[in-house]
């Protein structure tokens, strides 16, 4: 299969990171026979530096012609006395908007390598495997009017959603359960809010078309209490843009490595754009210390959801899991007898490990 890639390093680690995912990313073309071709662009601090804004028009325009985005991160240092429109961030939240990537997707899975670090007792944390579905386009961020009145006295901010906003969102989430655990939980302020009211409609309404996934609604704040309580309870999580702002970060400590943390933003027709959850980190950039399996794992959600290749998205998935058994890792994450390696010989052991699994099993199940 032939796919166009466009990479946005962006700032910091991002262009250590993207560079050890695109490693990754020829060593999964080599081994299923599949055409991957790569296109690099400016965005965020580095963009501002050399043509003076945060999202130039050629980034834009290759990003809509690509069939998947891979982004580093954005912003720094550099960058923050700058006013709020030349913002790094408003590179990222920029290209989002004009690509319309209304839903985005963080999956929160626990490595057994790893489950010492996180917070929650490993018994806790251990089998949890949940993704939360988030509206990324609407809602409380997006609603006008937002200001202040009355000289500053009164404040207004506005929560609007159009009912093919949250039908568009809704259908997304019972699209992922399918080919997960078919259990969809929507997590909502019902007995306060009418835009959740509106929220649990649409779902009733959806779930006639999916009887074979389990639905269940939840006030967000039930859900923000059970995901500390019982992660493993849920699968897939669907809610509009604040809630899930918080429920999201709040489920991306429960692994307790942010360097471990892929995310997706998408639309309907499968354009996406991949990112870690993790920002730049300019205390370490240009060292070679950065973790880049948040970005590899972000590349394997690309393949399977942009590119419909799960059977290579698992590879990669299960190649890391390998990789951290084995007890490599970076710096900032802690195993136990482990042996410590810079960013990019970690990227490697992954390609290594995919390159010394069987192939031939691997393809026929591909093309079976
Ligand atoms: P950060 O995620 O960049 O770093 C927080 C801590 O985690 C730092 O100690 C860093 O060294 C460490 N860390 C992060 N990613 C790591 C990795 N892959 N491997 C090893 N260690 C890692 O958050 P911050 O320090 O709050 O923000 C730094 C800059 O990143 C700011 O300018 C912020 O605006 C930006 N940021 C960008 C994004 C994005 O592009 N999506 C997200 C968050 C923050």
């Known amino acids: 299969m032939e796919k166009h890639i466009v990479i946005l390093p962006g700032d910091g680690i991002g262009p250590e990171v993207t560079k050890a995912a695109k490693g990754v990313l020829e060593t999964v073309a080599a081994k299923f026979g599949h055409n991957f071709t790569f296109e690099t662009h400016e965005i965020g601090g580095a963009a501002i530096d050399n043509q003076g804004t945060p999202l130039p028009e050629d980034t834009v325009a290759a990003c809509r012609k690509a069939d998947g985005i891979l982004l580093g991160a954005v912003g720094g240092p550099k960058w923050d006395d700058l006013p709020g429109h030349m913002r790094p961030e408003k590179g990222l939240l920029g290209i989002r908007k004009q690509l319309g990537l209304f839903a985005n997707l963080r999956p929160v899975k626990g490595f057994d390598a790893l489950l010492h670090a996180s917070p929650l007792k490993p018994e806790v944390v251990g089998d949890s495997d949940l993704l939360i579905v988030r509206e990324l386009t609407g809602g409380l961020y997006f609603g006008e ?168 998205a698992d590879e990669i998935e299960s190649a890391v899991q390998s990789v951290l058994n084995d007890k490599y890792h970076t710096a900032d994450l802690k195993v136990k007898d482990g042996t410590q390696v810079s960013g990019s010989e970690l990227a490697e052991k992954v390609s290594e490990q995919m390159t010394s699994n069987d192939t031939t099993d691997d393809i026929m199940r591909c093309y079976a």
């Open 145 to 312: 009017p937002s200001e202040r009145r009355n000289n500053g006295q009164d404040v207004v901010d506005t929560l609007a959603y159009s009912r093919s906003e949250i039908e568009r969102i809704v259908d997304q989430s019972f699209k992922s359960a399918k080919v997960r655990r078919n259990k969809l939980t929507s997590v909502d302020k019902a007995n306060v809010l009418e835009s959740s009211r509106m929220w649990r409609e649409v779902v009733e309404e959806k779930k006639q078309e999916h009887p074979d996934v389990e639905v269940e609604h939840m006030l967000v704040d039930a859900a923000a209490m059970k995901l500390v309580t019982n992660p493993g309870y849920f699968d897939v999580i669907v809610t509009e843009n604040m809630f899930g702002d918080i429920l999201s970060d709040e489920a991306s400590v429960l692994t307790g490595s942010l360097g471990m943390l892929p995310s997706a933003s998408i639309r309907q027709d499968g354009l996406g754009l991949y990112e870690p959850v993790h920002g730049s980190a300019p205390d370490i950039a240009g060292q070679n210390k950065a973790n880049p399996l948040a970005t590899i794992l972000s590349a394997a959600m690309m393949l399977r959801h942009s590119f419909n290749m799960s059977v290579e």
